[in-house]
């Protein structure tokens, strides 16, 4: 056991980060790490396991000593992967096997930002939204803009609607006297999933998780129980919130194959661009989940000494049907009539921009230029903000 | 309702308390009630079938005992043969018209004739293969006199459709588990420990091992992956679905066998370590074991067995591999499966025959990892036709193993997920088979049976399949 742990020191080097990385290491067992201070540590370990188990072989142990002893194993596990330095190598080792799947990339951007820490010690904005954000802000030219009185931090994601940031806000790393800035437009008031399981899951926490299930109401976690289940569990467990980046690296343990990119990448066609056009034009069905979230959000980050900035997002004109242009005035009403002092609503006329047909990617997203344009935009009004 | 299940979990907790409560009539009145709550929640139309085929079979024991006790041994064979037709019918009816039916009709296009054949595109009913051969166990060892016929029926429909082993085994004989029914039973705290650990070795071996195999396994299987995996992706995915399919069912075996040790039941082993086989004979008294003495006791044995010399027996044992197969299910690969281990077992036994075993020459018991690892090979090879969606896919594997070998990241992944899920089990494995005991993970010494349990219960958090995912062997 005591040369196993040295062996295991030297591979934890170069060896065990280039796997991680999915590259090829310049060396693969580092000699100096097996017989340094991390080979003797893990010498000393394999070394106190291997007496452990002579003491007590033999030894007779029921249910009274092996029930609270694997307990206790088990939550070192938990704590073990919780530290810093085990999840950067997870959700790096999850990064480098994704391929094609853009909400587990960020889940994993969220994630290692996360055991980083925020190291700078000035006020930041913390940008949040869906997909509407990431095409339409640039962060870094947001960050370089608001320089040096404040930072600006990445927290948007794709399918972001104000109940999923409301699961997210413990990965959220705001403190007093910073702001929220986020685009909401009518589409982030609809309901796209009842219960995205899948989404919460990796940022489920006992913090934010009664706030969300609240927001759904009785009769949907009712409906929808095995799905607020694996919430609780995901808010309990680490190891259960890792479980999606697991099975990712368990099942490309070497790598991603390039047959398996080839099928998941989607590709539009013409008339597919043109059935969501028309998709998009159609009514949407508005989520009471979706509008009770969001003022809990505001009212949990007034309490968090937070001050929120909505700007109102837009959409191409293909897709500016007589429904969507009534519901985008119902909920600019019901966003300007917010009566919090630490709320503000930013309506797009405010911001004297005007986008052209260029300036769209597609029916809801900004292309460079529209962002260029919305990122400035955004950043004088945020520097005007106290 | 499936066991790896919260509904399963909520069901269970119910019932186990009210088991706990009432006295033995009651247990029994609780196990009839809560087995067609079980069953009937797959399909309520279900609980017809089960108890037609309960009753019809209470009812003939009945009538064979009474004209056994006059004498009248012709009318107790008609009351035995009705029922064994139409239990047989109504398996066949729901199983295999529909298959015999397109077969037919496939094979008449082929000779240039048309034929109308109708379907009936029934559903096929939770388990029917399982408790159609239980029960009908029940009537043939009354009418073999090896038991007496039960007068009452509760007793006889709780044994029928006991739900821990209802829709997937083991295949109880009568003689086992009806006096366990019609006995006041014991729950003892040992029985509940080891009913514990079962039931929860099972789940691991389903939720974690089996169920996450299945994704690697269907990555080359289903749609078109055959094409185009390369020969050691398509060999890997075999040995990964050896294990999956062992872990999916011997990990609800032990589930049923768990649950009902906790409620004072014990039903037979019905798998011991079969891939430490040593050959095709031995791998059979290892593998659905419940399944394989049924065939010999009720089919195999009636046949005539060995008994008629060396051809006659091994017409009867490969005739017996051959509908063991069938049983599976109501496709060709199911039969070529059958018929593979009962060439191989005709094979066997032709040759320890022309060796001379057991006519005076012993086997010397050499290489026996060579042996085993031969065996599981051999046994891979039939898994390969019983996983295959057809049998031209299970004969383009085989030219991929051996004619287009290729290792690729594709094979890497395989067998690298296949290393971590299955390490637990062959741990386990190891154990028990050095140790010549099945219950040897129960009486390790502290430290590794805690370390066990930390595994299975990390195993659970990262990879155990929340999804309810059925077990293969419903299917059948």
Redesign the interface.
Known sequence: MPVLGILAAGLLGDGFWGWVDSSVPGRWFDWGRAFGPAGLALGVAGLLFAGAWRLLVGRKGGFAVVAPCALAGLLAVECAVRLSTPQAAFWLAVRSRLGEQPFMREVCYVRLEEAAGRMDSAPAVVVIGSSQVLNGVDVPALDEALRPERRAIRRAMFGMTPLKALCMRAYFPFRPGDLCATMLSEFDFTNQEEFPADWFRPYASWRTLPDVLSCMGARTCRAHWRQAVDGAMAATWELWRMRDGAREIAFHAVGREAAADAASAGSTSASGAALAAEKARGPLQRAAAEEKAFVRLTERLQADGVRFVVFEGDVHPAIQSAFRVAEKRRIRAWLQGFGSASFRYVPIDELGLSFDLGDWKDMTHLSSTGRAKFTWAMAATLQSEP | MVFNS?VFLVFFAIVYVAYRLLPHRGQNVLILVSSYIFYGWWDWRFCGLIALTSLCSWGSGLAIGHFRRRGASRAAWWSCAANVGLNLGILGVFKYYDFFASSAAAAAAALGWTADVPLLRVILPVGISFYTFQALSYTLDVHRGQMRPTRNAVDFCAFVAFFPQLVAGPIERASNLLPQIENPRTVTPEGT?EGIWLVAWGLFKKCVIAD?LA??VDGVFNGGGTA?AGGAACLLAVYAFAFQIYCDFSGYSDIARGLAKMMGVDLMLNFNNPYFALNPKDFWARWHISLSTWLRDYLYIPLGGNRRGAARKYANLFLTMLLGGLWHGAAWTFVAWGAFHGALLVAYHAWTSWMGFGKGRVDSGRCVWLRRIAMFNLACVGWLFFRAETIAQAWSMLGAIFGRWAW???A??IL??TI??AAPLWAVQALQVASGRLDAPRRL???????L??VM??GF???GN?GGGAFIYFQF
């Open positions: 919260l420990r996450n994704v690697l185009t690729d990241a594709q890497a992944n690298c997920a971590l899920f010494s502290p430290v590794p049976r805690i370390a349990w930390i219960a990390v958090l990262l990879f929340t």
